[in-house]
């Protein structure tokens, strides 16, 4: 089989968008956090390798308990462990919140930083965190949140390559792909699609709606 042109690959990139959009024309984040940036920041922490569902059943509790950044700031971390505790890596999460609760309050005046750089001083912020906060909570767009869903159909497009082999590396390939103006999208929708039918385990390839378009349907 011949090498895809960027070209074609882009051409077919737009396609996957369409289809995207007709899909899920109005794919949200799944993750409670009340409209406050603060709190959308700590539920999207607490997700890491864990479902959008364990951190729902915890995280009113957690505001119930430590309503503002200045209350969890001062929080026990135990307390916090106890009530983050059916979640992964609970230990951690919760020494991570209470610093990072710290840190907005001590350097940003209770107020989560506009900006993608700053964002990822916070404890336990990465990149791809630090994405979906700008792009829910405040509407800038300066990357693609590149989470377990978007890799793994980022690869089984061919959208990236092998070398693409970290989350930043498959981030750049996709900016490269796509113009600016589809990357707010993208991981609201390709987390639908890939809990939906581009499944880790047995995707449902024989009812995919992009099967025409991915290299390797039916064969992930």
Known sequence: MPRETMTAKRQRALAVA?????????????????????????????????????????????????????????????????????????????????????????????????????LQKLPGVGRKTANVVLNEAFGIVEGIAVDTHVFRIAHRLKFAGPSADTPAKTEAALLKLYPREYWGPINHQWVLFGRETCIARNPKCATCFLCDLCPSCGKA
């Open 18 to 118: 369409e289809r995207m959009n007709e899909h899920y024309p109005a794919a949200e984040c799944a993750l409670h956090y009340w409209d406050d940036p603060f709190r959308l920041t700590i539920a999207v922490l607490l997700s890491a390798q864990t479902t959008d569902k364990g951190v729902n059943k915890v995280t009113p509790a957690l505001w119930e308990r430590y309503p503002t950044p200045a209350d969890l700031a001062a929080a026990d971390v135990r307390d916090v462990e106890g009530i983050i505790r059916t979640i992964g890596f609970f230990h951690t999460k919760a020494a991570n919140v209470i610093k990072c609760a710290q840190m907005v309050v001590a350097d940003y005046g209770g107020e989560i930083p506009r900006d993608i750089d700053e």
